[in-house]
């Protein structure tokens, strides 16, 4: 059987199904069905079908070995066209640049190491059409850092264009700074300083990040692992003002950054610069205790500006926020009762009849571990002797840390065009640090700093919390009481239960026999000694069992 089509002059085809066969020398033809009422894929079907094909469903002829997704990449790549990130980059296409923009899609779709995005990249391993999409080949390990460092020489071109774009004189320059921690000991930079991450044993890197108002970055900076926060400062002003030609802006930092030393040396002298940041809290606790902030303020608004002679030409918003204040009681009731909790046991041990814990040192250095543990240590009052413990909380301090000044934030800048009538009084005037750690104003009398402990460290050592707690409840070094003796150990129990049976059979023995070659004495009554320690000076107590 076959399928014929015979044409129509003036209709269309008709569509036949047929035999064949062959008779006395001629061919004869039966037409069996007339499938012109059918569809052109059936009739397709059905010719290949006669032909001996065999028809299986496409989901098991078809087997997909792997695909690649597309979309997020065409989304990503099309925001970073329309912001023209690829212009900044270079005005050129070039294969590096490529590359970092590969990078970049790529740390936005599935964040990892150099040498997981090359593989990413690679044509059997590819996780996405990124590679198609942006014509790359032979993406290895080594092209992308030499990508990186063709996108470190051209950084201040970079960051010149951004710049440019978005910022304006006398806008506002966010800067903070963070860190991360890096395997390895062969960067230049890495360094062992405070770790953000958690992990004090890793070498780390400082990152400094300028921005825009609205949070645009603008540049970036890399600094030494063991960098202070407000060293990192001087860098950002300097490259603001030379480098993109800024001359009147206005910075913002937090209260670690933008100290009073960095004011007077980075922002004061330049009369066009500003400065907004936050008041540590000894600071704010001076203005509550001088009556200038009061909570009255906050009775009708949540903030309240409020001028002091401490900070002449300057401005002070003072803002409380309840919530937040909220907050910080429920979490300071909570590690003041995890340390009632732990001082408790401490206490418990103390007063305990079997073996209590005696001597002031030792309870000391349970007390400063548990305070040190919990940063509550200026909460409570405490008493220590050789026998005794005693701990209370200090309603008053808890008080005062909890009060408005511990819910109040207080940043502040520079006004502009004002004075405080003595002339000079632009900027924030430096307090005086005293030795109980609020600001005194340089019209009061300065207390003479206190000489710090001796340790055999250095001039420059910290004490331990511990350490500094028995340097104030003990002064004087007490003798120290001989340690108790502990529990003995298991087998030397064993060992001693076993001697004493030896000695009683002994001893019944003896008595049986009357042991005449021993003088009458009974060499089994004789007291077991202790395990593991020898009868005589020089006598081996052998193994213990």
């Known amino acids: 059987m076959y399928i014929d089509i015979v044409p129509n002059r003036s209709s269309p085809p008709a569509v036949l199904l047929r035999e064949s066969s062959r008779e006395g020398g001629k061919i004869r033809k039966r037409t069996l069905a007339n499938l012109s009422a059918l569809p052109p894929e059936a009739v397709e079907i059905l010719r290949r079908v ?23 990449v065409a989304a990503v790549l099309g925001t970073i066209r329309r912001l023209r990130l690829d212009q900044v980059l270079g005005t050129k296409r070039s294969p590096e640049r490529d590359r970092v923009l590969a990078m970049v899609v790529a740390r936005v779709l599935a964040p990892d190491s150099k040498l997981a995005t090359a593989r990413g990249l690679g044509e059997e391993s590819a996780f996405s059409a990124l590679a198609d999409a942006l014509s790359l080949e032979g993406v290895s390990e080594d092209s992308l850092y030499r990508s990186l460092d063709w996108l470190l020489e051209r950084q201040p071109a970079i960051e010149g264009r951004l710049a440019a774009k978005h910022l304006r004189e006398g806008t506002l320059l966010l800067y903070d700074v963070t860190s991360t921690y890096l395997e390895g000991r062969h960067c230049p930079l890495a360094a062992h300083g405070y770790s953000r991450d958690g992990k004090p044993g890793k070498m780390q890197l400082v990152f400094g990040l300028l921005t825009t ?32 030609g800024l001359k009147r802006v206005v910075w913002v930092a937090d209260r670690g950054l933008l100290t009073n030393a960095r004011i007077e040396a980075e922002l004061r002298p330049d009369a066009d610069f500003g400065w907004i940041t936050a008041l540590r ?18 009775d009708q608004r949540d903030l309240a500006e409020i001028r002091s002679s401490a900070f002449p030409g300057e401005r002070l918003v003072a803002c409380r926020n309840p919530l937040l204040g909220a907050e910080r009681a429920r979490k300071r009731e909570a590690l003041l009762a995890a340390t009632e909790k732990e001082l408790e046991k401490i206490a418990t041990a103390v007063a305990r009849e079997r073996r209590p814990l005696r001597g002031q040192d030792e309870i000391g250095v349970r007390a400063g571990r548990v305070l040190g543990r919990f940063k509550m240590a200026k909460h409570f009052r405490y008493e220590i002797t050789d026998a005794a413990f005693r701990f209370e909380r200090d309603p008053g301090r808890i008080e005062r840390r909890g009060g408005a000044g511990r819910h109040l934030r207080h940043p502040h800048h520079r006004a502009q065009g004002e ?33 710090p402990p001796h340790r055999a460290a250095g001039p420059g050592a910290r004490l331990p919390l511990h350490a500094r707690l028995l340097r104030r409840v003990a002064p004087a070094p007490l003798p120290r009481a001989p340690p108790l003796p502990g529990p003995r150990p298991r087998r030397g129990r064993r060992r ?17 026999e009357g042991a005449p070659g021993n003088g009458g004495r009974v060499s089994g009554a004789q007291l077991p000694h202790p395990p593991g320690r020898a009868r005589h000076r020089n006598q081996d107590p052998g193994p213990c069992r």
């Open 50 to 72: 006669l032909k001996g094909e065999k028809l299986v469903p496409a989901g098991e002829s078809v087997q997909v070995d792997r695909s690649t997704c597309y979309g997020h």
């Open 213 to 244: 108002a609205e949070g645009c970055p603008v540049a970036v900076e890399v600094f030494a692992g063991n960098t202070a926060d407000p060293a990192t400062l001087a860098s950002a002003v300097q490259k603001a003002r030379e480098r993109f």
């Open 281 to 298: 809290a000894p600071a704010v606790q001076a203005l509550r205790e001088e009556g200038v902030l009061q909570l009255s303020l906050f």
């Open 419 to 451: 004075d405080d009538g003595r002339g000079g009084g632009r900027g924030l005037q430096e307090p005086v640090t005293g030795g109980a750690g609020l600001p005194l104003h340089q019209d009061r009398p300065r207390r003479p700093p206190a000489s």
């Open 496 to 512: 001693a239960r076993e001697r004493r049976r030896e000695g009683r059979d002994l001893a019944g023995g003896a008595a049986q």
